[in-house]
């Protein structure tokens, strides 16, 4: 059959785009599958799409590109049909009407489904009966969409052929209010592939939640009853992603239930499946859950989920007690003890995680697929749809007749074992010369086996041993002779390079591996190349996922120099890896705020305490003009330590801009400072993670000798070494 799915706009992250390209993949092995976005906003889908499916963009608002639409005037101008929440929500107007109702009218389309309110009423209204099967989706919960939006789309469902829930409970409310319509209702949940990384081990003392930062999501329960967790387990740490409007509020509350070296708000992660992996745990305390995509990734993933049994998802997806743990809407309670219950118990976790990756094999794109054909054939009055062609978005070859490819072939097994041997350049012909047949028709041969330009894309992991594991996708390599190449970023041109290994079978990916303790990596950024040396082609790895669960537990390498690697994306999306090394290093684990100093609790690597040290901990100032202060130290064992910093040391600063000491820990008076800071871990970038409050501490106007206030805060730098800097109060808050 040929379908298409209406999105809105294909090109950012969310749960239905997401939903939407799973399924369009799945269908697209046996169907001719077609993805019309209204909205094209950048060059590329954010998310995996099948080569195999069609991608047709209606309006295009990129910049300066040709046929742009940007500047359109009918672009804000307000639609008729669309009520104003779901219209400014969505960015419906009356281009969207006109371009919208212009594909209804010609599309070739023999399924059509609608996949949010406004284009539910446009396929209502614009969609022609009998021409094509009209589908409806609804991927909220009924009661929950605002009255002008719940009223239109209560009008438009009875025109269409089916309308879709993803959930049976909220199919079931759709059944109810329409008893007398003809629309076939029923629930078609969203498809989820099999998580492409290694699954959690269980092992971390990590919970993880992932959503948008909305009240709806409850977060703050969720920060609530870690509260009560971190009482009891103070070694267990929780990380939250996303982002959203509700961010300033839960860091507000981090901070006010001193919880911020136990809280993390980590910012939106794409892909996320890596992240579930490294959690034992996951979380969901929502108010309410049309499906719960989150619940199905991170159990697939290997983490059970313990989740508020709200309306209507989680309770169609987790089989408490099994596979994972429901507690009560709203009761912080109730999930302190969900929590604290899998926390306690590691067998149970453990089983658990592996069940739950069991059940949700359930929600496989193939699977759902089926549940759409099976949709359309019951629509047609078929036992079963045909599989159709696919139309492929791939360039066709040049036409080549038989015998030229029979000849091709055959000259390509003479001249490929002659190339590999071949070194050099033949010597030059004397002049007037002619070359021989034989050399005419070896170059002849040898122009089109020219190696394929090199577009390598990769996953990199960390294995238990710390080493970077690269797999580089069959499709993007080419040659014989690769090699993997790290480069430093700037202008010192050091490079580490490793062979990559063939494929062991024609499916799997060329391989490489980077030994943590065969290479030595200076401090800095480096960024990975394939070079193949028979042309000296180069070019910069793109990256699909990197999977740093392996570094979440993982230690530094013992009486060796402080070394540590994080492989991580870029912006850009290509692979690098932020590198420290260091004769020593001083692992800042815990932080403790009281308002008037902090409290660091820490791990030495590369060096041990003896008996005859005297360590304190050196706090130096950035400006010259700012005094420097020392901080005693209390060695625990010869390894750990423990020291506080008052933040009356920071207050006969310089008061016209913030000022800042680095942290250093002297084992003994005129030895090397060893930096403090938070360097192992999966963390590149720790200043945007591990935040902590301001204090407001009373201090006095070095100039006038008035009573004033100086806020004073500890936090990490740009290359995650401690420091505490100290300013003013901004009026606004004095």
Request: aromatic share 6%; charged share 25%.
């Amino acid at each position: 059959m040929r379908i298409a799915f209406l999105l809105q706009n294909a090109y950012g992250i969310g749960g239905t785009i997401r939903a939407t390209f799973n399924a369009a993949n799945a269908l697209a092995a046996r169907h001719d599958v077609e993805i019309v976005t209204v909205w094209r906003t950048q060059d590329e889908p954010r998310l995996p799409l099948s080569r195999k499916v069609r991608l047709t963009p209606l309006i295009d608002k990129r910049e300066g590109v040709k046929g742009s639409d940007a500047g359109h005037e009918l672009i804000g101008k307000p639609t008729s049909l669309v009520p104003p929440v779901e219209a400014n929500g969505a960015s419906f107007d009356q281009l969207t009407d006109e371009r919208v109702a212009e594909y209804l009218r010609t599309t070739d389309a023999e399924a059509v489904v609608a996949t949010r309110p406004g284009l539910v009423m446009y396929l209502a209204e614009f969609g022609i009966p009998g021409r094509y099967l009209r589908i409806g989706q609804e991927h909220r919960i009924y009661g929950t969409h605002e009255p002008r939006i719940r009223a239109a789309q209560d009008a438009a469902i009875p025109k269409l052929d089916a309308h879709t829930t993803v959930s049976e409970a909220d199919a079931v409310t759709h059944r109810e209010r329409f008893p007398h319509a003809t629309t076939r209702i029923m629930c078609i949940p969203n498809a989820s592939p099999a998580a492409p990384v290694e699954p959690s081990d269980g092992n971390a003392k990590l919970v993880v939640a992932a959503g948008r930062l909305i009240p709806v999501k409850r977060y703050d329960l969720l920060v609530d009853a870690f509260r009560q967790v971190v009482d009891e387990r103070p070694d267990w740490k929780l990380r939250i992603y996303g982002r959203g409007p509700e961010r300033a509020k839960l860091r507000a509350q981090i901070d006010r239930l001193g919880l911020s070296d136990h809280v993390f708000l980590m910012g939106p992660y794409s892909p996320i499946e890596p992240e579930w992996a490294k959690g034992s745990i996951a979380a969901v305390t929502s108010r309410e859950e049309s499906f719960g995509m989150t619940i199905v990734e991170s159990m697939q993933c290997g983490t059970p989920v313990v989740a508020t049994d709200c309306p209507h998802g989680p309770g169609e997806i987790i089989d408490h007690g099994k596979d994972g743990l429901l507690v009560p809407v709203g009761d912080v309670d109730a999930i302190a003890k969900g929590l604290l219950t899998l926390i306690d118990d590691d067998r149970l976790r453990h089983a658990m995680g592996a069940a739950a990756q069991v059940n949700v094999q359930r929600y496989a794109p193939q699977s759902i697929a089926k549940l759409y054909e099976q949709l359309v054939a019951e629509l047609r009055g078929e036992e079963e749809v045909a599989a159709t062609p696919t139309v492929q978005r791939v360039r066709p070859a040049a036409p080549r007749t038989p015998l030229t490819r029979r000849l091709r072939r055959t000259a390509g097994r003479i001249v490929r074992p002659l190339r590999r041997r071949m070194h050099g350049t033949p010597a030059p012909q004397k002049h007037g010369a002619q070359p021989s047949a034989t050399a005419t028709a070896l170059a002849a041969v040898a122009r089109p086996l020219r190696a394929k330009p090199l577009r390598p894309k990769a996953t990199c992991r960390v294995d238990a041993a710390g080493d970077l594991v690269v797999l580089l996708n069959r499709s993007g390599m080419s040659g014989e002779n690769l090699l993997l190449t790290a480069t430093l970023r700037g202008d010192d041109p050091r490079q580490i390079a490793v062979p990559i290994q063939r494929p062991e079978n024609d499916k799997g990916p060329w391989t490489a591996r980077i030994s943590r303790r065969e290479h030595r990596l200076v401090e800095g950024r480096w960024d990975f190349h394939v070079v193949r040396r028979d042309d000296n082609a180069r070019r910069r790895v793109a990256s699909e996922i990197v999977e740093q669960r392996g570094l979440v537990d993982l230690a530094p390498l013992p009486d060796a120099p402080f070394a540590w690697w994080i492989p991580y994306t870029t912006v850009k999306n290509c692979l690098s890896i932020r590198t420290w090394l260091r004769p020593a290093h001083a692992e800042a684990r815990s932080l403790s705020l009281d308002g008037g100093s902090v409290t660091v609790e820490g791990t030495l690597h590369g060096a041990r305490f003896t008996a005859a040290d005297l360590p304190v901990v050196a706090a130096v100032p950035r400006v010259a003009a700012n005094p420097a202060f020392d901080t005693d130290v209390t060695v625990v064992d010869e390894t750990t330590f423990r020291f506080t910093v008052p933040y009356t040391g920071t207050l006969a600063a310089v008061r016209e801009e913030n000022a800042v000491w680095d942290l250093s820990l002297r084992l003994a008076p005129g030895t090397r400072p060893i930096r403090i800071g938070r360097l192992t871990g999966d963390i590149v970038e720790r200043n945007k993670t591990d935040v902590y409050p301001f204090a407001d501490v009373p201090s006095t106007d070095g100039a006038s000798g008035e009573p004033r206030l100086a806020r004073v805060r500890p936090y990490f730098t740009v290359t995650n070494d401690l420091a505490v800097s100290s300013g003013p109060v901004p009026e606004q808050s004095a």
